[in-house]
């Protein structure tokens, strides 16, 4: 298991930037993907942007060429630069972990406790 921090949320006007951070308690550099997900009130969990551990991305069709994830491995750290916000993305952010278990041939997910983003109109 991995433990994971969030922060850097807050409240923000649209067209304005945040920048999400995630630390985690051990190295991150092995472990298989990191990401951001979201949750809006009233709304299933989604994903917002992946990377994996050789560095593929993947990013949410709403987010993109506006929110990048990066990761500094001597750091421990997962970042979202958020630009050019919008109202519809307010949400609760959560960092996620996965990292394969050789005990159970699966994906063990850890997640942060959520730091809030709130875009105002």
């Known amino acids: 298991q991995v433990q994971l921090v969030e922060s850097g949320g807050g409240l923000v006007q649209a067209g304005g930037s945040l920048r999400l951070s995630c630390a985690a308690s051990?190295?991150?550099?092995?472990?298989?993907?990191m990401g951001w997900y979201r949750q809006a009130p009233g709304k299933e969990r989604e994903m917002v942007a992946t990377?994996?551990?050789?560095?593929?991305?993947n990013y949410a069709d709403s987010v993109k060429g506006r929110f990048t994830i990066s990761r500094d491995n001597a750091k421990n750290t997962v970042y979202l630069q958020m630009n050019s916000l919008k109202p519809e993305d307010t949400a609760v952010y959560y960092c996620?972990?996965?990292?394969?278990?050789?005990?159970?041939?699966?994906?063990?997910?850890?997640w942060g406790q959520g730091t809030q983003v709130t875009v105002s109109s």
């Open positions: 051990r190295s991150i550099s092995s472990i298989n993907t």
């Open positions: 990377m994996t551990s050789s560095s593929a991305l």
């Open positions: 996620l972990a996965k990292v394969w278990s050789v005990l159970t041939y699966n994906y063990l997910n850890s």
